[in-house]
């Protein structure tokens, strides 16, 4: 029979039946105490205790956050309805296929996406239950996100016993893990085994997590979807010039931290959102010197972040997210994009693509932009590897999604995939997806029991390793391991982690 009523440290709490009864989901567990009031840009305090049993058959209320526009790509993709929202937040969801407290389950811990100012944890396209099949226990995350998550002031840091202000949304996932460590063996669940996972905003706080000096010991594996990279994904951004600029917010709008703290949340994001300028304070990590010590993206060159067991890998057109492919059409254009891309190194490129007229352009520009989509996780790797640290497991999702619109393996279109969940996707899924979907699901969660993804009836995945550098290519064709001898690539990583190095000894 499975898990129905259990004693957590807050209390006794019920769960109810997944779409497989023999599993059992609890919804909206609070993690942490209300982080409202007074407790409003503070770290976060344990969960409040409570009497008799809490039914967690409801999903929580989502962060603070604005909702899409009707009709935008991902608002149809992945947030077609708006959900209810709260300043009262930080909750997560707990699926589990234990039948008793002693099956010491491997654990994974989802942080989502969504450039952290949107995205919630029971998004329509995670679910445990194929976790669950698999002997998996999943917990989904809620955080503070956007001002609420990562605002920075001289008077917040004044009134904090470290100094600092910002990064709450790490310190939000800090004390989920904690929670999980002194509570998920109540539902089967193995404290010695977690493993957490995030893809795109969600792999920049993994990969904060895996750098920060509070976080160690609270976790033994992690997967990043793309969000890896030795260069930052994020602007670089200091506590001092974060202070300064939330300064000049509140200047700006006429009020100080306490008027801000005492009205509705709501009503305070809008009216520091709408101070904010284009070029100004971006909502993510900060490096304070107590929750981070530097970028997430670039620890991984000093050194900086855990020695335990990665995954890590791309999406096919990860590397257009924000900039697009250009419109370049003639061997000059080519020239000039490389100049004020590499300035005095672009020579170097060019001779890899022997462009001797502008029929070349185009194949040359989808070679390279291949080549950058791999960039990321191939840069991490190999730079972890020069530390002479434990063996990756990198790949690069490039099968189509289909659809009349053609958006082909579009930034986030692999979470379909990894959850179990295509049936929900409004997509014209094909049998070759669920295919994909099943070794997909079987590689995560057996890199979450092992720290390797590799099992019985599976392609084989080999390691990343400084002889072998592969790359597991998940397409139509299924999936295959190769080793990259992409000069191009092999080009891009070694001027990059040469100016990083560069970078970091000034």
Same mark, same amino acid.
């Given at each position: 029979?499975?898990?129905?009523?259990?004693?957590?440290?807050?209390?006794?709490?019920?769960?109810?039946p997944?779409?497989?009864?023999a599993?059992?989901?609890?919804?909206?567990?609070?993690?942490?105490?209300?982080?409202?009031?007074?407790?409003?840009?503070?770290?976060? !305090?344990?969960?409040?205790?409570?009497?008799?049993? +809490?039914?967690?058959?409801t999903?929580p209320?989502?962060?603070?956050?604005?909702? !899409?526009?009707?009709?935008?790509?991902y608002? +149809?993709?992945?947030?077609?309805?708006?959900?209810?929202?709260?300043?009262?937040?930080?909750?997560?969801?707990?699926?589990?296929?234990?039948?008793?407290?002693?099956?010491?389950l491997p654990?994974?811990f989802?942080?989502?996406?969504?450039?952290?100012?949107?995205?919630?944890?029971?998004?329509?396209?995670? %679910?445990?239950?194929?976790?669950?099949? &698999?002997?998996?226990?999943?917990?989904?995350?809620?955080?503070?996100?956007?001002v609420?998550?990562?605002?920075?002031?001289?008077?917040?840091?004044a &009134? %904090?016993?470290?100094?600092?202000?910002?990064?709450?949304?790490i310190?939000?996932? $800090?004390?989920?893990?904690?929670? $999980?460590?002194?509570?998920?063996?109540?539902?089967?669940?193995?404290?010695?085994?977690?493993?957490?996972?995030?893809?795109s905003?969600?792999?920049?706080?993994?990969?904060? !997590?895996?750098?920060?000096?509070l976080?160690?010991?609270?976790?033994?594996?992690?997967? $990043?979807?793309?969000?890896?990279?030795?260069?930052?994904?994020?602007?670089?951004?200091?506590?001092?010039?974060?202070?300064k600029?939330?300064?000049t917010i509140?200047?700006?709008?006429?009020?100080?931290?306490?008027?801000?703290?005492?009205?509705?949340?709501?009503?305070?994001?809008?009216?520091?959102?709408?101070?904010?300028?284009?070029?100004?304070?971006?909502?993510?990590?900060?490096?304070?010197?107590?929750v981070?010590t530097?970028?997430?993206?670039?620890?991984?060159?000093?050194?900086?972040?855990?020695?335990?067991?990665?995954m890590?890998?791309?999406?096919?057109?990860?590397?257009?997210?924000?900039?697009?492919?250009? =419109?370049?059409?003639?061997?000059?254009?080519?020239?000039n994009?490389? $100049?004020?891309?590499?300035?005095?190194?672009?020579n170097?490129?060019?001779? !890899?693509?022997?462009?001797?007229?502008?029929?070349?352009?185009?194949?040359?520009?989808? +070679?390279?932009?291949?080549?950058?989509?791999?960039?990321?996780?191939?840069?991490?790797a190999?730079?972890?590897?020069r530390?002479?640290?434990?063996?990756?497991?990198?790949?690069?999702?490039?099968?189509?999604?289909?659809?009349?619109?053609?958006?082909?393996?579009?930034?986030?279109?692999?979470?379909?995939?990894?959850?179990?969940?295509?049936?929900?996707?409004?997509?014209?899924?094909?049998?070759?997806?669920?295919?994909?979907?099943?070794i997909m699901? =079987?590689?995560?969660?057996?890199?979450?029991?092992?720290?390797?993804?590799?099992?019985?009836?599976?392609?084989h995945?080999?390691?990343?390793?400084?002889?072998?550098?592969a790359?597991?290519?998940?397409?139509?064709?299924?999936?295959?391991?190769?080793?990259?001898?992409d000069?191009?690539?092999?080009?891009?990583?070694?001027l990059?982690?040469?100016?990083?190095?560069?970078?970091?000894?000034?």
């Amino acid at each position: 029979m499975a898990l129905d009523t259990i004693r957590i440290q807050s209390g006794l709490i019920k769960g109810i039946p997944c779409g497989n009864p023999a599993y059992t989901v609890f919804k909206g567990i609070p993690y942490a105490a209300p982080p409202i009031g007074e407790n409003r840009w503070k770290a976060p !305090l344990p969960p409040i205790s409570w009497d008799g049993v +809490k039914t967690c058959d409801t999903f929580p209320p989502i962060a603070i956050q604005k909702f !899409l526009p009707e009709g935008e790509f991902y608002q +149809k993709e992945f947030f077609p309805v708006e959900m209810p929202m709260s300043e009262d937040c930080l909750y997560l969801n707990v699926w589990t296929p234990s039948k008793t407290a002693n099956e010491k389950l491997p654990v994974m811990f989802w942080i989502h996406g969504g450039a952290f100012i949107r995205g919630y944890g029971h998004e329509m396209e995670f %679910d445990g239950e194929a976790f669950c099949k &698999r002997g998996v226990i999943l917990v989904t995350v809620d955080c503070r996100l956007g001002v609420l998550g990562f605002f920075s002031h001289p008077d917040l840091s004044a &009134r %904090d016993p470290h100094h600092v202000s910002g990064n709450y949304a790490i310190l939000d996932l $800090i004390q989920a893990l904690k929670w $999980i460590h002194q509570n998920i063996s109540a539902f089967g669940g193995d404290p010695s085994n977690i493993t957490i996972f995030g893809q795109s905003a969600g792999g920049i706080l993994s990969q904060a !997590l895996a750098s920060s000096p509070l976080a160690k010991g609270l976790f033994h594996k992690a997967i $990043i979807q793309s969000a890896t990279g030795i260069n930052s994904l994020t602007k670089k951004q200091t506590l001092s010039e974060n202070e300064k600029y939330g300064k000049t917010i509140t200047d700006k709008i006429g009020k100080t931290i306490n008027e801000l703290i005492s009205m509705p949340a709501e009503e305070m994001d809008d009216l520091i959102v709408g101070a904010i300028d284009s070029d100004g304070l971006r909502m993510a990590p900060v490096i304070d010197g107590y929750v981070l010590t530097d970028l997430p993206g670039t620890c991984v060159a000093l050194g900086k972040h855990m020695d335990i067991p990665y995954m890590t890998g791309s999406v096919k057109q990860d590397g257009l997210l924000f900039a697009g492919m250009p =419109d370049i059409r003639t061997k000059n254009e080519f020239e000039n994009y490389m $100049i004020n891309r590499y300035g005095d190194k672009a020579n170097k490129f060019l001779e !890899l693509f022997d462009i001797k007229s502008d029929k070349d352009v185009l194949p040359a520009m989808n +070679k390279f932009f291949k080549a950058n989509a791999k960039l990321a996780p191939y840069s991490w790797a190999n730079a972890h590897l020069r530390l002479k640290r434990k063996p990756v497991f990198v790949y690069y999702f490039d099968r189509d999604i289909p659809g009349e619109d053609h958006p082909g393996a579009f930034h986030s279109s692999e979470l379909w995939y990894i959850f179990g969940t295509l049936q929900r996707c409004w997509r014209p899924m094909e049998g070759i997806d669920y295919t994909l979907s099943a070794i997909m699901t =079987d590689y995560w969660t057996n890199f979450a029991k092992y720290g390797d993804p590799n099992g019985k009836g599976l392609p084989h995945w080999n390691k990343f390793t400084e002889e072998n550098h592969a790359i597991m290519e998940i397409n139509e064709n299924h999936t295959k391991s190769i080793d990259t001898d992409d000069k191009v690539l092999i080009s891009m990583d070694e001027l990059l982690y040469n100016e990083v190095i560069s970078d970091k000894s000034k």
